[in-house]
């Protein structure tokens, strides 16, 4: 699970394998971003997911959001072995232009 | 494809110095973000403008200023770097709006302070 200080989570797997990332987050929002950075890069949005909707698909990934225990969740089906990056978390600071990110997640997906 | 450029990639300095990075994005967005993360791949927010206006300032030392001359660029400038100040810096841009959610990221600038 991630979120503020807490350090960078690490999961280790063999491509195929499914996976799922938790982050919990501290103040209400109505979306929760998930994004990927690879690296060398910048982070890329994967999936956004809104508080009137509990899980939304986009090919090998869902996502779910539960705002009662203010909880979201990543999966990846059939991991590959370019799945390997961090995956953050996003929420909605505070005043809208704020965008807030979890502490992230390193995924490491061996062929 | 990358439409939020950075420069430089990397820079290295001594304790000190002045540095000043570059961002540009080609989106048409309205809001530009600063973000510095540590070599724990924490993210924090440092700063945010919208339409060449300051809306978020974090606690961050006086020492980094923002910089903006229109909607499409952010520069950052620190003015005396510390070892602490290592890091790689984000900038990102989003469009302007309620639904208008995803951030677009450059690919950072390394920092090394020796």
């Known amino acids: 699970s991630q979120w503020g200080e807490e350090n960078l989570q690490a999961l280790s797997i063999q491509e195929g394998e499914d996976v799922t990332m938790n982050c919990s987050y501290k103040?209400?929002?109505?979306?929760v971003q998930w994004y990927r950075q690879k690296s060398g890069k910048g982070p890329a949005q994967l999936i956004l997911?809104?508080?009137?909707?509990r899980e939304k698909r986009s090919g090998r990934l869902r996502a779910t959001l539960d705002t009662s225990s203010q909880s979201s969740s990543l999966s990846i089906t059939g991991t590959l072995a370019t799945d390997t990056a961090v995956y953050f978390c996003?929420?909605?600071?505070?005043?809208?232009?704020?965008?807030?990110f979890g502490s992230g997640t390193r995924l490491l997906v061996s062929p | 494809e990358t439409a939020v450029f950075q420069t430089p990639n990397y820079h290295v300095t001594q304790v000190g110095n002045e540095v000043s990075f570059n961002c540009k994005q080609t989106?048409?967005?309205?809001?530009m973000y600063w973000y510095k993360q540590d070599s724990k791949k924490l993210l924090k927010i440092m700063f945010s403008?919208?339409?060449?206006?300051?809306?978020v300032n974090e606690t961050v030392p006086r020492r980094f200023s923002p910089q903006s001359s229109d909607k499409a660029h952010l520069n950052l400038r620190i003015k005396s770097v510390e070892p602490e100040d290592s890091a790689v810096y984000l900038c990102?841009?989003?469009?302007?709006?309620?639904?208008?959610?995803?951030?677009?990221f450059g690919s950072g600038t390394r920092l090394t302070v020796l």
């Open positions: 996003a929420t909605r600071g505070t005043g809208g232009y704020k965008v807030v």
């Open positions: 103040t209400y929002t109505t979306v």
């Open positions: 997911i809104r508080s009137n909707e």
């Open positions: 989106l048409g967005h309205d809001t």
């Open positions: 403008y919208n339409n060449k206006q300051l809306i």
């Open positions: 990102a841009s989003r469009h302007r709006g309620v639904s208008a959610e995803t951030l677009y």
